[in-house]
Every structure is written in C-alpha cells, then in structure tokens.
T-cell receptor, first 111, second 113 residues
Framework: QQKVQQSPESLTVSEGAMASLNCTFS??????FRWYRQHSGKGLEMLVS????GEKEEGRFTAHLNRASLHVSLHIREPQPSDSAVYLC???????????FGKGTSLTVIP | GGIITQTPKFLIGQEGQKLTLKCQQN?????MYWYRQDSGKGLRLIYY???????QKGDLSEGYDASREKKSSFSLTVTSAQKNEMAVFLC????????????FGEGTRLSVL
C-alpha cells in the first residue's frame, strides 16, 4: 500500500519568507500528485497538481517533483498570515482512482 | 460556480447507533468520494462511486455502507457508531477521468458519546 509522509509536521515562517514543505511517497509508479490546503474547520482547497518531473507553478505556489527520489515539494512564495493552514500532499498511481494523503504540515505565518 | 454540500455539519451519536451522512454536488461530476479524517492520521478513503448506483470500496470500508441514489448525491452510513469515536467525514467529487482533481466539501464532524 502506498505510504505518503510529510515533513515537517509543523512550520512557522515570517510573512514574506519562502515556506518549503516536503512529501515522500513509497510507490515509484505514482504519477499524479496534488497539494491541498485546509483551513481550520474547512474542507480541502486544491492548490497545484503535477504529473511529471520538474516544476509546476500556480500563482505563489510551486510544486517540484522528482520521481526517482520519490519526493514532491511545495514552495510558497511571499507567504501571508492568511496562508496559515494545514497543507496536505496527495498521491495516486496510474489507473487508480484513490489518492493517498499524507498527515499534513501545519503552517503558521507570522506577521 | 458549483458547491459540495454536506449535511449535517455536526453529528452527535450514541454508541451502537446507525448514523447517515449526506452529500450533494451541483458540478455534474461523475465520481464522488467519502474520506475519513482522523487527527494525526490523514485522510483515508471509505467508498467512492464513478456513476449513479455504482459503489467501490476504499481502504476503510468496513463498518460503513454507502449509497449513490442519483448522480448528484452520495450518502454514507456508519452502521454501528463506536464509543468515543471522533472524526471528520469529507465528501468529494470529480469529473470522470484519471487526472481530475477531487473537490471537497467542508465536512461532517462526528462525535460519539
């Protein structure tokens, strides 16, 4: 079964500094990667999807994928206090409908 | 824009009780999902459905039933609530197709006394 692990568990950054979140996965055939964000008491908001090695930018959010290293990361440029939330990595394998989620990284952005 | 509506937002049950959670989407999406979110454990798939009257078990289906009565709605039943159980149940939907990202509702928060 796919294992998805996120690090760090929690991260505090100052407003305007880059925030970097990490996600490792166990199944090397994985080819569908999503980053979601969840504000307290809310549902999940999809931030960026990536399907091939390299990077994908959506506004201030950039995902980097290195499938050989079983690693996908999320970088948040110029984070704001409103970006304080739990960030979830989701991974799927070819032809499979289910996404496996990590436990999340809790990000706090200090003004 | 569309919306995924989950009812109720909060659900308090008794041990052994059968509890039903409902989800409606107006995106006209084919696929719908139920995930369970526990503190410290991430999201785990309970059931999903790729079309009306279709049901597929996820990794956590034991103890649950699901029903896709029509394309826009997907319900989940906890067959026997466990004492002190606390979790958030998240419904999601996506268009048909492998690379389509699920969109999520805001969840139903379950507490069992």
């Amino acid at each position: 079964q796919q294992k998805v692990q996120q690090s760090p568990e929690s991260l505090t950054v100052s407003e305007g500094a880059m925030a970097s979140l990490n996600c490792t996965f166990s199944d090397g055939t994985s080819d569908n990667f999503r980053w979601y964000r969840q504000h307290s008491g809310k549902g999940l908001e999809m931030l960026v999807s990536i399907f091939s090695d390299g990077e994908k930018e959506e506004g201030r959010f950039t995902a980097h994928l290195n499938r050989a290293s079983l690693h996908v990361s999320l970088h948040i440029r110029e984070p704001q206090p409103s970006d304080s939330a739990v960030y979830l990595c989701a991974v799927s394998i070819p032809g499979y409908q289910n996404f496996y989620f990590g436990k999340g990284t809790s990000l706090t952005v200090i003004p | 824009g569309g919306i995924i509506t989950q009812t109720p937002k909060f659900l308090i049950g008794q041990e052994g009780q059968k509890l039903t959670l409902k989800c409606q989407q107006n995106f006209n999406h084919d696929t719908m999902y139920w995930y369970r979110q526990d503190s410290g454990k991430g999201l785990r798939l309970i059931y999903y459905s790729i079309t009306e009257n279709d049901l597929q078990k996820g990794d956590l289906s034991e103890g649950y039933d699901a029903s896709r009565e029509k394309k826009s709605s997907f319900s989940l039943t906890v067959t026997s609530a466990q004492k002190n159980e606390m979790a958030v149940f998240l419904c999601a939907s996506s268009p048909r197709g492998y690379n389509q990202a699920p969109l999520f509702g805001e969840g139903t928060r379950l507490s069992v006394l």
